[in-house]
């Protein structure tokens, strides 16, 4: 049986999640932070990748359609420290509540 593994990425200004096995990637979501002026603000990235990662990781789920996830992996750098942070916050989060039947 092969092992189902989410992926968290959220080094910068994207935040993107794919559910993958050991045959390849099953879906991905995406949700990109685009400043209005100037270059990629940290704290704001961070802020943006904390409002969508819920919404994204779900959307990676149910499109991925799985039966359950076996692991969750997540980027610990190199990138900028506040989305790092919340990448890991949410990646933590979510293997401590979750159960084995969180896919539809």
């Known amino acids: 049986m092969h092992k189902t593994i989410l992926g ?6 994207t935040s993107q999640q794919g559910v993958v ?7 991905e979501a995406t949700a990109t932070y685009r400043p209005n ?5 940290p704290r ?7 409002t969508h990662i819920a919404s994204v990781i779900r959307k990676a789920i149910e499109s ?3 039966a359950q996830i076996d692991s969750i992996a997540f980027s610990r750098g190199p990138g900028m420290g506040p989305c790092l942070r919340t990448v890991a916050t949410a990646a933590r989060a979510l293997a401590l509540s979750r159960s084995r039947s969180m896919c539809p």
């Not at 002026?37 to 603000?41: L, M, N, P, S, V």
């Not at 704001?44 to 904390?50: P, R, T, V, Y």
């Open 8 to 13: 968290i990425e959220g080094t910068a200004e």
């Open 21 to 27: 096995t050991e045959e390849g990637v099953l879906a």
């Open 37 to 41: 002026t100037g270059g990629i603000h």
């Open 44 to 50: 704001e990235a961070a802020q943006h990748h904390a």
């Open 64 to 66: 991925a359609g799985c």
